[in-house]
């Protein structure tokens, strides 16, 4: 039972991104598991079955939500034999297909990017003749699959990012560094929304699932909240990367000022009382004063004998 049922009402069904579409081996490749594993899972009814065209299962982002919360329960512990029973039961709980939403709205993909597949001569090619000593690293930061001879990305923009960074002189290597040291403040940071997004939609017991009248409320709101996080992220960056963009042209020409003004100080010393003394006028004293002191200024000093 719900602490204080008070959910969302949307006044319109938020837009949503197109349903992906999968083959077996390609929902496999997105959820981070086998072809073999995806059978076994709808042998025991832990994931249900694609959609028929002609030969072909299609499979679509409720099987990748599905998925991603069976590797997640498996990397805590559980069993398949706990997973099945407790999957049962929540399906036998409730409303199949508001649970389905829920699930999909939670844990589906927040990038429709489908993967794609390249050879080592293309890697050659987009990274130059580095690119096979960082392929390692790729695969580290899920840049890069190896599947038998190929490479699979599961982001193709990404990696098509870096190339292009790459041909702009930045080697691969700086590039991963930059990626390595990134992440984890990625990670925070969506740490951090999902954690206000939860405070503010999740008012359930731990132990049990929002009653199925609450559902349809609760996935619209995640669905609305979905693209507002990313277009948060994005600004925020943007507004960083200015912040940062700025303070080193700022730092650029500070120092190259500074050499401009050490070059005139170390030059002949009636040029440096020149400077000074044409400085000390007052700008607003009156024409002849500015002269007087000008000439005063220029008159060479006559040394007592």
Do not use: C
């Not at 709205?105 to 927040?110: F, Q, T």
């Not at 042209?249 to 190259?256: F, K, M, N, S």
């Amino acid at each position: 039972m719900p602490k204080t049922p008070t959910t969302p009402v949307p006044d319109s069904a938020p837009e949503r991104p197109d349903v992906s579409e999968y083959t077996v081996d390609e929902l496999a490749r997105v959820t981070g598991t086998t072809v073999r594993n995806v059978r076994a899972y709808q042998d025991r009814d832990l994931l249900m079955p694609p959609d028929k065209r002609g030969r072909v299962g299609i499979y679509n982002d409720s099987h990748v939500a599905r998925l991603k919360l069976i590797n997640h329960l498996l990397a805590r512990g559980y069993t398949l034999a706990n997973i099945q029973d407790l999957i049962k039961a929540i399906d036998d709980g409730g409303d199949l297909r508001s649970i389905l939403g829920l699930e999909n709205a939670i844990g589906g993909p927040w990038s429709h990017a489908r993967p794609k597949t390249y050879s080592l001569p293309e890697l050659i090619k987009l990274f130059g003749p580095q690119a096979p000593s960082n392929l390692t690293r790729l695969a580290e930061f899920g840049l890069l699959e190896r599947k038998g001879l190929s490479f699979v990305a599961r982001n193709p923009a990404m990696l098509d990012a870096a190339a292009a960074t790459v041909r702009e002189g930045i080697p691969a290597r700086d590039l991963l560094e930059v990626l390595e040291k990134a992440r984890p403040h990625f990670d925070a940071i969506a740490r951090v929304l999902v954690e206000m997004v939860v405070r503010h939609l999740d008012r359930y017991d731990a132990g049990a699932l929002p009653p199925a009248t609450d559902m349809p409320g609760l996935v619209e709101a995640i669905w609305r909240l979905r693209p507002l996080s990313t277009v948060f992220v994005e600004n925020e960056i943007l507004r960083a990367l200015e912040a940062q963009s700025s303070e080193y042209l700022g730092g650029r020409v500070a120092t190259i000022l500074e050499a401009k003004l050490g070059q005139r100080a170390g030059g002949s010393g009636s040029a440096t009382a020149s400077e000074n003394a044409d400085t000390d006028v007052d700008a607003d004293a009156p024409e002849p004063a500015r002269k007087r002191a000008s000439r005063t200024a220029k008159k060479p000093a006559v040394k007592k004998r």
